[in-house]
């Protein structure tokens, strides 16, 4: 049966390019929207054919009163019926926990490519709790009151603006993407902090792939970004200025022309 999900379509408004359709997954908190304004509008520029979905439970899609029984399996599927209703196999390009899912799925379903943007690493989060445990217990306490349904003025726009961004932002894009995001399903947050080696090998070598790092990213620690990059048999590149919701940020165009670099190379 197929599942109500959203997904947004911006075509080429540049000259075409012979390459793959585009299909953003985001990451936990968000939905299709936080591609919306920023990324979506620059590739279409370029020439692609992009997309962009919101799992279930979020944004526009279906499940927001059963999020919390939602799993990373549910993700999955949202994405497997994405990608069936393209013309051909896309390029993934993922961040955070999209970017778990997307090398979920690219285990198990042809892609023409993966860009894992600021990603949970294929063993899930424990690394990246700890991290933010030890270096940053006050964001890792906030996230947490949020995510159990406190409300969002629990999260101050100071511990925001720490946690996701950069010190540019202004704070009317900072007050629009708090108005917009919503919790995450407490089902699929548990079983990223589940243990997951087995995501670490057996990962096809020859599918082109980008990992993308925050230098100071407050979430994903150095560690997870190489452990990932090693997963996919690339070296792992690093991005500066810009927070761990690096497609929303002040300086998202630094991040967007580092994966449009990426994308020239292998398709043109």
Known sequence: MARDIELIHRPPTGVPRRAPPLLFVHGAYVGAWCWAETFMPYFSGLGYDCHALSLSGHAGSAGRERLDWLGLSDYQADLAQACAGLAQPPILIAHSLGGHIAQRYAREAPLAGLALLASVAPYG?????????????????????????????????????????????????????????????????????????????????????????????????????RSTAHAWHVEPQWVNGVGHALMMDAGWETAASRVANWLITGWG
């Open 125 to 225: 989060l424990a690394a990246s709790f700890a991290f933010m445990g030890w270096s940053a217990p006050h964001l890792l306490l906030g996230l947490n009151r949020f995510q159990w349904h406190l409300g969002l003025e629990t999260l101050d726009m100071a511990l925001l603006r720490e946690l996701l961004f950069s010190p540019e932002l202004g704070r009317e894009q900072l007050a629009s993407f708090a108005a917009r995001a919503q919790p995450e399903s407490s089902l699929a947050l548990a079983e990223l902090m589940m243990p997951h080696p087995l995501l670490m090998v057996r990962n096809p070598a020859d599918l082109p792939c980008l990992v993308l790092g925050v230098e100071h990213d407050r979430i994903i620690p150095h560690i997870d970004v």
